[in-house]
């Protein structure tokens, strides 16, 4: 596996409330307020905005990057929303990078926004998506998805190295050098500097000499103008548009042309890993997009795209979307913590909170699949033995996540959470739920029907690379779609398309339908060595089975009496009464990689040859499709168009399906 991030770090601690004698919000932590006391968006505006030269700057590009270092109380994101918003020659999208160690919580938020009436829109809606307290980079998305912020609860000296962004300007507005010196450290300054794109600007408060001579060491050309309100000076920078040079040599001023910052000339199908900023749509340019299945997988990555303006097509060898392993009737959405907070912990936690907002908006969206979609009726994960309730405690108290995330509960209260008499207490995640992976992928394609195309009923036999485009081929050889960049989401289909060397294989699992009535117990989802669901449209669902190397679709009276096994296992006495024999269900194949994580990414190898460029993978989710959903259109749509991405570098290129190459290849066929 490739190096990826160890631990996300220690708990998020939140900042505390504390106003000084003026009004001003102070910081107990470092001894220092968060803003001038002369006003917080008045310094937002002259040092930040204007110390970047914005909105001027951003005129005439499609995308705008900015990375912040200490996100306070938001004042300077909401300042340049607004000001984006005012601006009739804005940019196309807006994506603002922050990292805040201490944040808020979302009331203490309001408090302290209140002071600014004249922002009270947006920071109410910045207030209706404020994440749990966690350490992950968040995205938040207003306007459609033409504002997006990235917000990082964390540490920046762990995060900035990890961050895969270009940026065009730096809001460098961590608390004074002399109070909180790591954030201004020359490490540090390194690492946000590797993030800047030729031309790119800063601006800072700080005039400090050991923070200039630091960022001229890393090729930034410096100047002190005019500081805000009392304050005589502020400091304004530029990256030079030429490569960088060398620390100790100068550049004249008149070679830097802000307005090329970020641009890429290049075609757009210029392959994967060419450029660091990939050419995206904008006014007037609608690219083309070719998706190969139509579950979770391939309706996420779509829909995403839709989101940023792609005109996108998907083939479906089924009768319509989610009838494979997505066609299942309720899945269950939470994240799993472990006591190394590894990349499986760190990705699935990235997950949960990422397919969370996306179903939320899309609910938004379609209020007539909102029921249909997702139930909210957290989910209680019960300790299989007293070994793993020691773990599980001992996880809670160590990670100390927010309430509203997780947190452990005792065998009585978890007993009052399902409503039946359980063995054991557990972890509760009261975000967590069951969700509908059918009305998912239906949800995904609907939201923007109008980008989306669709062609069910065709297999597609192979695929091909002709003249700078992909082609989807039936079994006569007929082109069936075309287009520059392809995204193949066929579960395990993909492998007999792209070859061997890709370990992907179907895994058999069988639900098992239950009869309900109304408000009966289990109130929530339950997980312990499977899951039960609550009622559902007169019906709950337990499972699952998971089978290699099987390929019967016939659902079997001894998957069933293993369904039920785990439901007894999970709540004493349910199963009762309950025979396998004649129970409905469904069986679906579910892709899996050998290392159990999604494969997302560029694909490097299409049979024995190097892929062209535009050939892209979203696969091998295995039990987790709901989970990692969201994740993967996001970073699969990040990659393709040269964003900022939604993952730290580390745990994108534990993703990436380049980590397979060099393996010696599966066989199935064993006996």
């Known amino acids: 596996m490739p190096d990826t991030p160890g631990s996300a770090q220690a708990a998020v601690v939140p900042a505390r409330l504390c106003l000084g004698a003026d009004g001003t919000p102070r910081s107990e932590t470092y001894g220092d307020i968060y803003h001038a006391t002369a006003g917080g968006l008045g310094q937002a505006r002259h040092v930040f905005l204007a110390g970047n030269d914005l909105p001027q700057r951003w005129q005439g590009h499609e995308r705008f990057v900015i990375v912040e270092t200490g996100f306070g109380l938001g004042l300077n994101f909401l300042a340049t929303?607004?000001?984006?918003?005012?601006?009739?020659?804005?940019?196309?999208?807006?994506?603002?990078?922050?990292?805040?160690?201490?944040?808020?919580?979302?009331?203490?938020?309001?408090?302290?926004?209140?002071?600014?009436?004249?922002?009270?829109?947006?920071?109410?809606?910045?207030?209706?998506?404020?994440?749990?307290?966690v350490?992950?980079?968040?995205?938040?998305?207003?306007?459609?998805?033409?504002?997006?912020?990235?917000?990082?609860?964390?540490?920046?000296?762990?995060?900035?190295?990890?961050?895969?962004?270009?940026?065009?300007?730096?809001?460098?507005?961590?608390?004074?050098?002399?109070?909180?010196?790591?954030?201004?450290?020359?490490?540090?300054?390194?690492?946000?500097?590797?993030?800047?794109?030729?031309?790119?600007?800063?601006?800072?408060?700080?005039?400090?000499?050991?923070?200039?001579?630091?960022?001229?060491?890393?090729?930034?050309?410096?100047?002190?103008?005019?500081?805000?309100?009392?304050?005589?000076?502020?400091?304004?920078?530029?990256r030079p548009t030429l490569s960088p040079h060398e620390p100790g040599q100068t550049q004249d001023n008149d070679q830097v042309d802000p307005a090329a910052a970020g641009k890429c000339n290049s075609a757009f199908a210029c392959g994967a890993g060419t450029h660091k900023r990939a050419m995206v749509p904008g006014a007037g340019i609608h690219h083309c997009a070719l998706?190969?299945?139509?579950?979770?997988?391939?309706?996420?990555?779509?829909?995403?795209?839709?989101?940023?303006?792609?005109?996108?097509?998907?083939?479906?060898?089924?009768?319509?979307?989610?009838?494979?392993?997505?066609?299942?009737?309720?899945?269950?959405?939470?994240?799993?913590?472990?006591?190394?907070?590894?990349?499986?912990?760190?990705?699935?936690?990235?997950?949960?909170?990422?397919?969370?907002?996306?179903l939320d908006a899309l609910a938004t969206a379609l209020p007539e699949l909102a029921d249909e979609l997702i139930g909210r009726s957290g989910v209680l994960h019960l300790a299989r033995d007293a070994t793993h309730e020691a773990t599980q405690r001992r996880i809670v108290a160590e990670q100390a996540p927010p309430a509203d995330y997780l947190r452990f509960v005792e065998r009585e209260e978890a007993a009052r959470l399902c409503g039946w008499p359980v063995s054991s207490g557990g972890w509760w995640f009261p975000g967590g739920g069951?969700?509908?992976?059918?009305?998912?992928?239906?949800?995904?394609?609907?939201?923007?029907?109008?980008?989306?195309?669709?062609?069910?009923?065709?297999?597609?036999?192979?695929?091909?690379?002709?003249?700078?485009?992909?082609?989807?081929?039936?079994?006569?050889?007929?082109?069936?779609?075309?287009?520059?960049?392809?995204?193949?989401?066929?579960?395990?289909?993909?492998?007999?398309?792209?070859?061997?060397?890709?370990?992907?294989?179907?895994?058999?699992?069988?639900?098992?339908?239950?009869?309900?009535?109304?408000?009966?117990?289990?109130?929530?989802?339950?997980?312990?060595?499977?899951?039960?669901?609550?009622?559902?449209?007169?019906?709950?669902?337990?499972?699952?089975?998971?089978?290699?190397?099987?390929?019967?679709?016939?659902?079997?009276?001894?998957?069933?009496?293993?369904?039920?096994?785990?439901?007894?296992?999970?709540?004493?006495?349910?199963?009762?009464?309950?025979?396998?024999?004649?129970?409905?269900?469904?069986?679906?194949?579910?892709?899996?990689?050998?290392?159990?994580?999604?494969?997302?990414?560029a694909v490097p190898r299409l049979g024995e040859d190097s892929a062209p460029p535009g050939l892209w993978l979203a696969n091998g989710f295995g039990a987790r499709g709901i989970v990692w959903s969201a994740l993967a259109g996001e970073l699969l749509a990040d990659q393709m168009t040269g964003a900022p991405a939604i993952l730290p570098h580390g745990l994108a290129q534990a993703l990436a399906p380049q980590r397979f190459l060099g393996r010696r290849p599966r066989r199935t066929d064993r006996k």
């Open 291 to 358: 998706v190969l299945g139509a579950g979770l997988a391939g309706s996420t990555v779509a829909n995403r795209l839709a989101a940023r303006g792609w005109q996108v097509t998907i083939i479906d060898a089924a009768a319509g979307p989610g009838k494979g392993a997505s066609g299942n009737r309720a899945g269950v959405l939470r994240p799993l913590p472990a006591r190394d907070d590894g990349p499986l912990a760190q990705i699935t936690r990235a997950g949960f909170l990422a397919t969370r907002r996306h």
């Open 135 to 238: 350490p992950a980079l968040h995205r938040l998305q207003f306007e459609g998805g033409r504002v997006v912020l990235d917000l990082v609860f964390g540490d920046a000296t762990y995060w900035l190295p990890q961050l895969d962004v270009e940026a065009d300007a730096l809001y460098l507005d961590g608390f004074s050098p002399a109070k909180n010196p790591d954030l201004w450290c020359p490490e540090l300054l390194g690492a946000l500097s590797s993030l800047a794109a030729p031309g790119a600007t800063l601006a800072t408060w700080s005039v400090a000499g050991s923070v200039r001579e630091a960022l001229a060491a890393h090729g930034w050309l410096l100047e002190k103008t005019a500081g805000f309100a009392g304050k005589r000076e502020m400091l304004r920078g530029t």
């Open 81 to 133: 929303w607004a000001a984006w918003r005012d601006d009739p020659q804005r940019c196309e999208r807006l994506h603002f990078v922050s990292i805040e160690k201490h944040p808020f919580t979302a009331d203490d938020l309001a408090t302290l926004h209140a002071a600014w009436p004249e922002l009270a829109a947006l920071a109410t809606a910045l207030q209706a998506q404020w994440p749990p307290l």
């Open 434 to 601: 069951w969700v509908s992976p059918a009305a998912y992928c239906k949800a995904n394609l609907l939201q923007y029907r109008n980008a989306i195309s669709t062609r069910y009923g065709i297999r597609i036999d192979r695929i091909a690379y002709t003249d700078g485009r992909w082609q989807a081929l039936d079994a006569q050889g007929c082109c069936v779609a075309e287009a520059a960049q392809m995204i193949v989401a066929n579960a395990a289909d993909a492998r007999r398309l792209l070859g061997d060397w890709l370990p992907v294989f179907p895994a058999r699992g069988q639900v098992t339908h239950l009869p309900a009535a109304p408000t009966s117990a289990p109130h929530c989802v339950v997980c312990r060595l499977g899951y039960v669901t609550p009622e559902i449209a007169g019906e709950r669902y337990a499972g699952a089975t998971f089978l290699m190397k099987d390929a019967d679709a016939a659902v079997r009276d001894a998957d069933h009496a293993e369904n039920l096994a785990k439901l007894e296992f999970m709540l004493p006495g349910y199963s009762a009464g309950l025979a396998p024999a004649g129970l409905p269900g469904r069986t679906g194949f579910r892709p899996a990689s050998p290392d159990r994580l999604p494969i997302i990414g």
